[in-house]
């Protein structure tokens, strides 16, 4: 067990917990019956509490049971934004002892339908405004029952804040058979049966990827997610006073934990924002008192810029952290100006439900990882000889702990490259190159596996070039990342266009095609063309040769 971190535990914590052994939705029975009044959520200036969060997830729960069949294990497709919706869908269907499939609303049809087919998902809960990107997919053989929700339907009192699109839209009647309105759902008066999920059930199926270029399901079970909510809880020494900021995208797992399941375990406040406005930020921030601000380094890059930050009275905030990549010095330091404490920096993947590891409150280092978190034991090896490393040497990260995920779905070869045997434990090898200085603080240095961080978001190149291959003028594609000021790397496309498009198709076209198929954050910002890409010698397309030399600019 690496415990070389042990003289820099938080003070008066446990070193390892006890996981709860219910599932991830009885938290939220225990906080609906211990404080049924107070906001679960604030939405914009509309309050919802648990009493109204706990019916209506039974009542959602009921319907996905008896009007869509979905029984104990079944995998449902959850495709929203940020919203009460978001978080009603997702306890409903861990109520109804299925598995959610969070996908990022950013996600175009052409993305969707790996993960419906993967997943063999048949339902799907899914905000109004996405309803385009999702109709090709309904009917036999895809999603054969769609639950499409209206953000408007939770905004109930006046506001002066600026509301999103989407949240503005009143709802809309599609006219499908096969799609039913959220208000429907919830006044069908359905039931759900007793659950009898245990802690080893499948919970939540979220996809990354790999150097393959298809997204793979991440196997989370209630016990995973349970390990580091629970941690979370008493790392940032949380309470039912806790009042968090939801701005992160609750599909993806820092999000999802922080900003959605802690609260909920705590019995706390979440205040949701469906799209990031720095001024409505700091308007609900001051308003109700917020404590715990979770983002990545644009978000704060952008809200520290507030022309007007000095009127608010931001002084409630006690806590500020994150991860994703590593928050440059410069910004740590106004931070710590601004708001009188420290950016508390972590580290973790999907494939961990989050984090690994975790500066301690009371002694955080700036640009670190952190320590490994409770029951978590994290090494160094050799990538090559899996010789274990020491101190200040680089190597691969691996982690054992309660919150690594069960494999890859429908994946058992990627499973098996996942994990290693040392020391007589099973180890997750993250992909990612690092080291630990004297004290027992990780650092991550540098990707092992081919990935480039968009502000938090990953995005795989093999995905992006199979993409890009589809379109018509491209014959061959080498996609890289570039060095972005504001999202730290950006999506780069080398591409050799075929003879008869040389002179015809402009960078542009190139991008403004990707953007219609692809997330906005895998679309490629920057298109390169050139007669030729590098080749190794067994007639691969030599990438690194590329992000090398992109680098080195």
């Known amino acids: 067990m690496f415990t070389r971190h042990y003289p820099h535990w938080p003070p008066g914590l446990p070193k390892s917990l006890s996981v709860p ?28 509490s648990y009493a109204e969060l706990a019916r209506e997830v039974e009542a959602l729960a009921g319907f996905l049971q008896a009007r869509c069949g979905v029984a104990r294990g079944d995998r449902v497709l959850l495709y929203a934004q940020n919203s009460p919706q978001f978080v009603v869908g997702y306890y409903a269907i861990l109520r109804a002892d299925a598995v959610v499939v969070p996908v990022n609303p950013m996600n175009k049809s052409e993305e969707l339908a790996h993960f419906i087919a993967d997943s063999d998902a048949r339902v799907a809960i899914a905000g109004q405004e996405l309803y385009d990107e999702l109709k090709a997919h309904l009917g036999a053989g895809g999603i054969e029952r769609c639950i499409l929700a209206a953000y408007s339907d939770y905004v109930r009192a006046p506001t002066d804040l600026a509301l999103p699109e989407p949240v503005r839209a009143p709802p809309i009647d599609p006219g499908h058979p096969d799609v039913v309105s959220w208000r429907e759902a919830l006044s069908a008066g359905c039931s759900p049966a007793p659950s009898v999920a245990g802690p080893d059930d499948l919970a939540v199926l979220p996809y990354t990827s790999g150097t393959t270029g298809r997204p793979k399901g991440c196997m989370l079970t209630h016990a995973n997610l349970l390990a580091t909510s629970t941690g979370a809880c008493l790392w940032t020494a949380g309470s039912s006073e806790t009042v968090v900021l939801g701005v992160l995208p609750l599909f993806h797992l820092t999000g999802m934990q922080a900003n959605m399941n802690v609260p909920i375990q705590l019995g706390a406040s979440s205040v949701l924002m469906t799209r990031w406005d720095r001024d409505a930020a700091a308007r609900l921030i001051e308003r109700h008192r917020v404590t715990a601000v979770t983002g990545i380094t644009t978000l704060i890059v952008d809200f520290l810029a507030h022309p007007d930050l000095g009127k608010y009275d931001l002084s409630s905030i006690v806590r500020i952290g994150g991860g994703g990549a590593a928050m440059p010095e410069a910004l740590a330091a106004r931070i710590e100006r601004t708001f009188g404490i420290a950016f508390v920096e972590g580290y973790g993947l999907t494939e961990t439900a989050a984090p690994t590891h975790v500066n301690p409150p009371h002694r955080p280092k700036r640009q670190c990882a952190g320590i490994p978190y409770f029951g978590t034991d994290a090494r160094i090896l050799d990538p090559t000889t899996l010789a274990e490393l020491g101190p200040n040497e ?62 938090g978001f990953k995005v795989w190149p093999a995905e992006v070039e199979a993409m890009l291959y589809a379109h018509p003028a491209v014959e061959e594609a080498c996609v890289i990342g570039a060095r972005d000021p504001h999202r730290g790397e950006t999506v780069k496309a080398v591409i050799v266009l075929k003879a008869e498009a040389r002179g015809r198709t402009a960078p542009e076209d190139i991008v403004a095609w990707a953007r219609e198929r692809m997330a906005a954050y895998k679309a490629p910002r ?18 690194r040769k590329l992000q090398e030399a992109e680098y080195a600019k």
């Open 526 to 543: 920057i298109v390169e063309f050139v007669n030729a890409l590098p080749k190794t010698a067994t007639g691969k397309i030599f990438w």
């Open 394 to 455: 680089v190597g691969e990260i691996v982690v054992c702990g309660p919150q690594v995920f069960r494999g890859y779905w429908k994946q058992p070869q990627a499973t098996r490259e996942a994990f290693i045997e040392h020391d007589g434990k099973r180890f997750f090898r993250t992909g990612d190159l690092g080291y630990y200085d004297e004290e027992g603080y990780f650092y991550v240095t540098d990707r092992l596996k081919r990935m480039i961080n968009c502000a």
């Open 21 to 48: 052994q219910t599932p991830l939705w009885y938290n939220l029975e225990v906080s609906a019956r211990r404080y049924p009044t107070k906001a679960a959520i604030h939405y914009y200036g509309t309050a919802i």
